[in-house]
């Protein structure tokens, strides 16, 4: 969503790190060409179709400035509250303070206008901010609950008994988490899980399901088939071909993933495959001997040197704000906050050392210098993102440098990368293949308002991708709304497209060129005007497919694993 919905807070504590991931051509495989064939989704709803054109009396320009002060206040809070500066309650008073922007008659009136919108992009225009102002209808009756299901994994205080320790104690849902993920003992970890997933059942579930049966609700009062109908409509592209597409990544990865997972699994905690569970999968993200490689009080500094070399200021003139401090009610997950685009975005990480911090940096850096470098004049509904592919595709495009063993040696420093660079291709392929398993997880979800059986579906599909026993009672804590997912599966098959284009324009280490910066600027500037199809073809591109993806993984991961 643009604006309003998508400041509306979505997300918990409940995955963090590991669930922030956080590739078109080839030949005769599955490819997503949105608006091409007739399956494509239509922006506009059904249900208004037959409306007459003459549009109500209605301030555009007036509706579109609160919007965008509604856009700020809201999204600054939720960078406070993201942050733990701010106990959230300020989002309600926010929510209430634009609560007008909420209604239908906006979206109305807004759908009448696009039929006489003067130019193409007028049109396109409309039919954001026509979006925008849907998805907030949606969520308002939600957002008492959104706030409620972000706030409480912060803020609730749980009994726990240390058990290498013995020692008795309080901590919240998102403490239990970063133990889950990162405590060295494995009874620790299994305890701290545990707590977890009891909260998520007894606590924070009972919220999720009067969510999801809400939100439910919605679309065939609107005039849409079902939720799925409403989200393919409104993002533009066919869930039915991108799932294609990743159930090819799936296949064609399964054997050079089951090979390296039971690998590191062995050589790094000792199990086999058939003894580890999720939370021992997880603990391979830590990787503490490579934290020399990648020094904690150097990390803005290294970062920022290459930044620079590519002819880009990493602060935007201080237009980015970084918040990398440490607190206890911080929430785990790193984001981007764009809260006046381009003036000032916040980025929030919290530590954990090592390589996974400076992964984090620059996955958010990504955003924030998309967003940071983005037109004043671009219009309101460009420089805020309705769908979020393109900017998680400039986020990947930066992020993933960590998988070219020249970033590694000319930034880094590391003389000889291979050991990392297979470790962290295992690791990004894990993260890869389980956001493609949530997205053909949540097509099962969203079929129905119905959940019965949800939890077992979700068990099963992530359980036989990643292949290591799934926690079933996560089944909707780890669920970006509004299918959020699709934005990551298409930026993750993008932006090998975007390396492959800088490579032939700067070469291989297109990353310390200067003229790199002002082909991104110029991609930049006109924020989210372009769709991820559009992006493809600007490069010279087809339509999406796994193919270049999967080139990237076994190109480094098909390799004698003794010889690593």
């Known amino acids: 969503m643009t604006t309003l919905a998508k400041r509306l807070p979505k997300r918990t504590a409940s995955a963090a790190s590991l669930d922030s991931p956080k590739h078109r051509n080839g030949k005769a495989t599955p490819s997503l060409k949105s608006g091409k064939s007739a399956k494509s989704p239509k922006p506009e709803k059904a249900s208004k179709s037959a409306k007459p054109l003459k549009p109500p009396k209605f301030d555009l320009a007036a509706y ?14 939720q960078f406070r509250t993201h942050s733990g500066l701010s106990d959230g309650s300020r989002l309600t008073q926010i929510l209430a303070k634009y609560d007008d922007l909420f209604d239908e008659a906006h979206s109305d009136a807004i759908h009448h206008l696009i039929a006489a919108a003067g130019t193409p992009r007028d049109k396109r225009r409309l039919r954001a901010l026509y979006k925008d102002a ?5 969520s308002r009756p939600l957002n008492d609950k959104f706030i409620q299901v972000q706030t409480m994994p912060q803020t609730v205080e749980l009994p726990f008994t240390n058990p290498e320790t013995a020692e008795a104690t309080t901590i919240t849902p998102t403490t239990a988490y970063m133990l889950s993920l990162n405590d060295p003992n494995r009874e620790t970890r299994e305890a701290a899980t545990k707590l977890l997933t009891e909260f998520r059942r007894d606590q924070l579930n009972p919220v999720y399901e009067d969510l999801h049966r809400e939100m ?3 679309p065939k009062a609107h005039g849409y088939k079902n939720f799925i109908d409403l989200m393919e409509k409104h993002k533009g592209y066919s869930f039915a071909d991108l799932a294609k597409v990743a159930k090819q990544f799936i296949r064609e990865t399964d054997d050079v993933y089951r090979e390296t997972l039971t690998y590191y699994l062995k050589t790094k905690l000792g199990l086999s495959l058939d003894k580890a569970k999720y939370h021992d999968a997880a603990m391979l993200f830590r990787a503490p001997e490579y934290d020399a490689l990648f020094p904690k009080d150097a990390i803005l500094e290294i970062i920022f040197g290459f930044i620079r070399q590519m002819g880009l200021d990493p602060t935007a003139k201080g237009r980015i704000v970084f918040d990398l401090e440490p607190r206890s009610n911080k929430n785990p997950r790193q984001m981007c906050y764009p809260i006046r685009v381009p003036n000032k975005i916040g980025i929030n990480v919290m530590p954990r050392g090592g390589v996974g911090d400076y992964y984090a940096v620059m996955e958010e850096l990504g955003h924030a210098l998309h967003f940071a470098h983005t037109s004043p004049d671009t219009p309101y509904e460009f420089r805020y993102p309705m769908e979020n592919s393109l900017t998680e595709t400039y986020s990947y495009t ?24 297979h470790h962290k291709a295992f690791l990004d392929l894990f993260i890869t293949r389980r956001y493609f398993a949530k997205f053909l997880y949540e097509l099962k979800l969203h079929k129905s308002g119905s959940l019965a059986g949800k939890d077992d579906a979700y068990q099963e599909t992530l359980g036989k991708v990643l292949i290591v026993p799934i926690v079933k009672e996560n089944y909707l804590a780890d ?10 599966v298409q930026a993750f098959l993008a932006h090998a497209e975007v390396h492959s284009k800088l490579r032939s324009l700067y070469g291989e280490d297109w990353f310390i060129n200067p003229q790199t910066g002002g082909f991104l600027k110029e991609l930049w500037a006109g924020g989210n005007e372009m769709t991820v199809s559009e992006l493809g073809k600007k490069m ?19 390799r004698n694993l003794n010889s690593i």
């Open 479 to 488: 669920v970006d709304a509004f299918f959020t997912v699709t934005s990551y």
């Open 134 to 138: 849907v998805f907030a209808q949606l």
């Open 398 to 421: 930066i992020a993933r440098l960590m998988l070219n063993p020249l970033w590694l040696m000319k930034v880094m420093k590391i003389a000889d990368p291979d050991p990392f660079l």
């Open 216 to 218: 439910h609700k919605f």
């Open 540 to 558: 010279g591109f087809g339509g999406l497919t796994a193919t270049p993806l999967v080139k990237v993984f076994r190109g480094i991961l098909d």
């Open 64 to 77: 579109r400035a609160r919007a965008e002060k509604a856009t700020t206040e809201i999204t600054e809070e």
